[in-house]
């Protein structure tokens, strides 16, 4: 029988990728779905709020919540509680600690809990990873530099508390580091550029300390022209370069390799293995990196941004 999924928050992201990664997955039938403006999917349940589909009657084995981060872990406790799988949106929560709470009541209850990173379904995350892990990294950067009026129009939660402003896209940069090095990342230093009116960074520089080396990371969401989304890594044999957010590879020097993305079928792949398995996937190192970053920042206030 097909996993009953239910999606909570039917934003750009939900529509763009998780809908139509669901349609394509034989595991998955759409159940139902949170749409607060009332629109939701044809001929599908719909709820206005998460409290509402707690009433709907459906039958629901799973959760996708992609909702902005900071009432994911109440929803997320919520759905535990009901006996229902969740994956989680990232970042999985606002703070590292609250995803360690949720993470430790997850594996008290015997529940599946899936905190996705989806950059690191991109397509050449795993060649890059086996390529490095005989190698010495001697230096290299992270560079993720994209349009929030792109990307996200109008979405003011990205600025308040919780919505982690440029790191929003930066994560995913961070996600696709912490899974292809071999040893842990460290935040050395950090320069945050604050809009007026805003509680999160428009742009970031950052200092990584990698086995006694440093990377440079460029964190941007005032890119309008040229967004780029790589990662540089010299080594004692040769540099790898990730770029186009995973999708291109050069390895020593040679000629990129591209494929088309699919990192949400990924995804949503990986989420029906645990759900068989009846596992837990829950790494936290992306957000624990942007949390020290936002400890020991340095603040620069710069203009109000209009998204």
């Known amino acids: 029988m097909a996993i009953r999924i239910a999606v909570v928050g039917l934003g750009k ?14 595991a998955f039938e759409l159940a139902a779905t949170v749409d607060r403006g009332g629109a939701g ?8 709020s998460f409290n509402a589909l707690t009433e709907l009657p459906v039958a629901i084995d799973a959760i996708a919540l992609c909702t902005p981060p900071q009432p994911r872990v109440a929803m997320a406790r919520a759905a535990i509680a009901r006996g229902w799988a969740v994956m989680l949106e990232k970042p999985p929560a606002v703070t590292p600690g609250a995803f360690a709470a949720l993470a430790a009541e997850a594996a008290a209850a015997d529940a599946v809990l899936f905190a996705t990173w989806h950059s690191r379904f991109a397509p050449f995350v795993g060649r890059a990873r086996d390529w490095l892990r005989d190698r010495q990294v001697t230096g290299g950067r992270i560079r993720w530099r994209e349009s929030a009026r792109k990307w996200h129009p ?3 939660w990205l600025w308040q508390p919780g919505g982690l402003g440029a790191f929003d896209p930066g994560i995913n940069g961070l996600s696709i580091l912490t899974a292809i ?15 007026e009116g805003a509680a999160t960074p428009i742009a970031a520089k950052l200092t990584l300390g990698y086995q006694g080396i440093a990377l440079a990371g460029d964190f941007d969401f005032r890119e309008e022209s040229g967004e780029t989304w ?4 010299n080594t004692d044999r040769g540099t790898l370069h990730l770029a186009e957010g995973g999708a ?6 040679g000629a990129f390799e591209r494929a088309a993305p699919a990192e949400y079928p990924g995804l949503y792949a990986r989420f029906a293995e645990l759900i068989g398995g009846h596992r837990c996937d829950a790494d936290d ?9 936002f400890l020991i920042a340095e603040p620069v206030p ?6």
């Open 13 to 26: 992201i939900a529509r763009d990728q998780h809908l139509p990664a669901i349609a394509a997955n034989p």
């Open 154 to 156: 109008g979405q003011a």
């Open 230 to 233: 790589e990662i540089v890594l």
């Open 285 to 293: 190192a992306p957000l624990r990196l942007v949390a020290d970053a």
């Open 248 to 253: 291109a590879l050069s390895l020593g020097g």
């Open 181 to 195: 090095l071999p040893h842990p990342l460290t935040v050395e230093s950090a320069r945050f550029e604050v809009p």
């Open 41 to 48: 999917v044809p001929g599908v349940p719909n709820a206005i």
């Open 302 to 307: 710069v203009a109000a941004f209009a998204p």
